[in-house]
Nanobody, 122 residues
C-alpha cells in the first residue's frame, strides 16, 4: 500500500504561482511513477504531469508545458508540482497518483491522494 497526501493548494490571482506537494509513504518502491491529475467541476479528471522517482520520464499536458514543473525529493519521499503563470482555466482539484506504468490514463494509477483545491481568479 502507498499513501499519498497532497498540500499547497489555495487561491491565487491569474499570473501567480503555487507549489503543490505530494508526500508518499508505505511501499513507494512498488509504485515507481508518480503523476498529477486535475479535475474541474463538471469535467473528467485529466492528466497534468508525471515523473519517475528517479527523476526521468517527465511528461506534461500540452497546456501546462513551460508553466508547470514536476520534480521529486527522494530523501523526503515527496513529489512537487511548481505552477507558474497560472490561468483561471487551471482552477481544479489537483490529485497526486502513483503507479507502475508511465501512462496518462487514470486507469494506470493504483493509489490516489485526497486532492487539494487550486483556484485561480481573473
Amino acid at each position: 500500500q502507498v499513501q499519498l497526501v497532497e498540500s499547497g493548494g489555495g487561491l491565487v490571482q491569474a499570473g501567480g504561482s503555487l507549489r503543490l506537494s505530494c508526500a508518499a509513504s508505505g511501499r513507494t518502491f512498488s509504485s515507481d511513477v508518480v503523476a498529477w491529475f486535475r479535475q474541474a467541476p463538471g469535467k473528467e479528471r485529466e492528466f497534468v504531469a508525471r515523473i519517475r522517482w528517479s527523476g526521468d520520464s517527465l511528461y506534461y499536458l500540452d497546456s501546462v508545458k513551460g508553466r508547470f514543473t514536476i520534480s521529486t525529493d527522494n530523501a523526503k519521499n515527496t513529489v512537487y508540482l511548481q505552477m507558474n503563470s497560472l490561468k483561471p482555466e487551471d482552477t481544479a482539484v489537483y490529485y497526486c497518483a502513483a503507479g507502475v506504468r508511465t501512462s496518462t490514463s487514470t486507469r494506470s494509477y493504483d493509489y490516489w491522494g485526497q486532492g487539494t483545491q487550486v483556484t485561480v481568479s481573473s
